[in-house]
């Protein structure tokens, strides 16, 4: 398995709460992306990252911020968590921009309650 | 929006059988790629055909791809009940780096 590692896998918190979730990988892969899954929707892309400190949004990147510092690191931050953004959230890694496969973690499950 | 829709949304067959599913796309692509998802897993890759490329094949596994309609498919053959999972088409464009996702097909493997 290619060495990417999600934290923390599950998580409940109360609306207007701060969350922040981690990816990290070991693969030195320069795109990293945060995915939301929820029922009905497949994988909605949030926010995704092509090298350290560049960024840009995806599709459902509202509520949401990112940060990349490092290579290997990728921060997700739920600003002030709300009931609609209780979900599934994966990261996934590429080495290139999409012409090889991407990596995913194993997800985290957050509860906004 | 989502790039990618896939079509049919469940598909249950009898183990041995070939499953096929396919997927649609809006815009031009790059690449086209399809993932496996088990229950509670994250996803797993497992073909990428590109847009100058017809038809691609790993083992069990057919892709075809027409890019005048937009849209793949994915046929596996003799069916396994460990093919029990979710199915999603992912497609990426030149000069832009997301990697977008459809809503998926959950396959049932009857034993």
């Known amino acids: 398995d290619a060495g990417i590692t999600q934290s923390p896998r599950h998580k409940v918190t109360e609306t207007g709460t701060p969350v922040t979730l981690r990816c990290h990988q070991t693969e030195n892969h320069r795109y990293m992306y945060w995915y939301r899954q929820d029922p009905g929707h497949g994988l909605r892309l949030i926010h995704y990252?092509?090298?350290?400190?560049?960024?840009d949004k995806g599709e459902v990147s509202d509520g949401y911020s990112v940060s990349r510092s490092k290579t290997e690191d990728f921060l997700l931050t739920l600003e002030s968590a709300t009931s609609s953004q209780t979900s599934v959230y994966f990261c996934?890694?590429?080495?290139?921009?999409?012409?090889?496969?991407?990596?995913f973690g194993q997800g985290t499950r957050l509860t906004v309650v | 929006s989502q790039q990618g829709e896939e079509d049919p949304q469940a598909l249950s067959i009898q183990e041995g059988e070939n499953a096929t599913m396919n997927c649609s796309y809006k815009?031009?692509?790059?690449?086209l790629q399809w993932y496996r998802q088990n229950s509670g897993r994250g996803l797993v890759h497992l073909i990428l055909?590109?847009?100058?490329?017809r038809e691609k094949h790993s083992g069990r596994l057919r892709v075809t791809l027409d890019t005048s309609k937009k849209s793949s498919s994915l046929l596996i053959t003799a069916s396994r009940a460990a093919d029990t999972a979710s199915y999603f088409c992912a497609t990426d464009a030149r000069g832009n780096e997301k990697l977008t996702f459809g809503t998926g097909t959950r396959l049932t493997i009857i034993p």
């Open positions: 990252s092509y090298g350290v400190k560049d960024t």
């Open positions: 996934a890694i590429g080495q290139t921009q999409g012409n090889t496969e991407a990596f």
């Open positions: 055909i590109r847009s100058n490329e």
């Open positions: 815009t031009s692509i790059n690449n």
